[in-house]
């Protein structure tokens, strides 16, 4: 009987751990949301240390948990907390929501937000006042939107519900994060499932923030998990509709089309043709800003930084471009030579396509961490920490010697040389056999 007592006691004060680590965790977030709604200016030391402190609470509880004390009832609740906290913030450190409100008013206004840049409205006085200011903030007003079709339907139902407010965008893709937290838990262990759930980075970027990778990683990882299923109508339907929203989606399209027969393939075409037919018939689309992105832009890069101290920048393309397609072919042949379909390497394609790519966001590991919940590694979640160091700009620094939205040299080499110290030691352990991920667990 004693020792039953002890074990019913000993899970209590470990069900009290993983609550107090979130109830930490939901007062680190709501001292942030308070901070982000003041006039005064947060500076990057306070932003660090909260969500430090809330990554902290966060291993605390994944540490001590197991399946018995980590139902998914109490991670979905606190998962919740933390989001509902997040919306009621202001965006940290970004400004691209400003596009997609000014979006969503030209879509309502005219039908398209696409073919016309944002500067050609400069001094045009038919513009309301509140979407002008919406207009004087938008980042990169000479280019046209880079977002696409699916999301622009997003941005529209944000207009129609709250005009030139971001609070709707913030909401919507909250919830279809929880939707994304409900699927990984149908996909793996709740355990791991609580490393993407109580994510700092995944808060920031979707709750504070409204970035619509979420949404578009979410409509991706449907697809998979309804390939998986065998509903192939709706995993080919699903994977349109995120390939509408990015083109990152794309590197999925072969992994789930294979082996099905051709009319999968045209009703892949079809669901992404009529996204995209009502803005083509208007004479343009999302392309004239994505060729812009993909020819000019370099922000927080490793290996196309570190190539482009000595090669022009289209070599420098060609050279990284033919290394991921080598990585990505040795995969997709991996993946065709499985006798049943199995769920590809995501980690490990989206990975070194963050590795090889010239922009690198932080929210661009949206696409990544559903992977690291289902393949989980010390590198993956190590980068997810690693990228909240881009933020580390001359603008917001204060910085006179750097530019304004570039990353001092030495917080490149700290971000990335982490990020490989993982990786070594991944590799290192899995080939000695002496640790794994998996083995992490507190034993009652």
Not at 13 to 28: H, K, N
Not at 163 to 182: C, R, S
Not at 186 to 213: G, Q
Not at 283 to 300: E, I, K, P, T, Y
Request: proline fraction near 5%.
């Amino acid at each position: 009987m004693n020792t039953v007592f002890d074990i019913c006691i000993k899970r209590n004060r470990l069900c009290w751990t993983i609550d107090g680590a979130g109830l930490f965790c939901a007062v680190g977030y709501s001292v942030l949301t308070w901070l982000s709604l003041q006039p005064e200016h947060l500076s990057l030391t306070t932003y660090y240390s909260l969500l430090a402190l809330c990554l902290l609470a966060s291993l605390v509880a994944f540490y001590y948990a197991d399946e018995k004390l980590l139902t998914p009832a109490r991670l979905l609740i606190w998962a919740a907390c933390f989001r509902m906290i997040g919306v009621c913030g202001d965006p940290l450190w970004e400004d691209d929501f400003f596009r997609y409100l000014w979006d969503g008013y030209r879509f309502y206004e005219t039908g398209t937000p696409y073919g016309i840049a944002p500067a050609t409205f400069f001094g045009d006085s038919s513009i309301p006042a509140r979407f002008y200011g919406l207009l004087a903030q938008v980042n990169y007003p000479d280019v046209p939107t880079i977002y696409g079709p699916t999301l622009q339907y997003t941005f529209l139902l944000s207009h129609m519900f709250a005009p030139a407010q971001i609070g709707v965008l913030q909401v919507f893709y909250a919830l279809i994060d929880m939707a994304m937290i409900l699927l990984l838990l149908r996909l793996t262990r709740v355990r791991w499932v609580l490393l993407y759930a109580w994510s700092p980075l995944v808060i920031k970027e979707i709750a504070f923030t409204a970035h619509p990778d979420g949404f578009a990683a979410m409509l991706m990882m449907l697809a998979l998990y309804c390939r998986q299923q065998q509903w192939l109508v709706a995993a080919v339907s699903m994977l349109a509709f995120s390939v509408g929203a990015k083109v990152f989606a794309l590197l999925m399209v072969p992994f789930i089309l294979l082996r099905l027969s051709f009319c999968y393939w045209i009703l892949f075409v079809l669901v992404l043709f009529a996204l995209y037919a009502p803005f083509l018939w208007q004479g343009a689309s999302d392309m004239g800003g994505l060729l812009v992105f993909a020819r000019d832009w370099q922000f927080n890069s490793s290996a196309y930084a570190l190539l482009r101290l000595y090669l022009e920048p289209l070599t420098v393309k060609m050279i990284l471009g033919i290394g991921f397609l080598g990585v990505y072919a040795a995969l997709l042949w991996q993946h065709v030579k499985a006798v049943n379909w199995t769920m590809p390497r995501g980690d490990i394609i989206f990975g070194v396509f963050l590795l090889v790519a010239p922009v690198v966001n932080a929210w661009y590991l949206l696409w990544l961490l559903p992977f690291a919940v289902l393949f989980p590694r010390l590198w993956s979640w190590t980068f997810s920490v690693m990228v909240l160091l881009s933020y580390c700009v001359g603008i917001n620094l204060n910085s006179t010697e750097v530019a304004a939205f570039e990353m001092p040299l030495w917080i490149l080499i700290l971000e990335y040389s982490t990020v490989f110290a993982a990786v070594i030691i991944d590799v290192w352990f899995r080939y000695s056999r002496r640790y794994s991920l998996n083995s992490i667990s507190y034993k009652i």
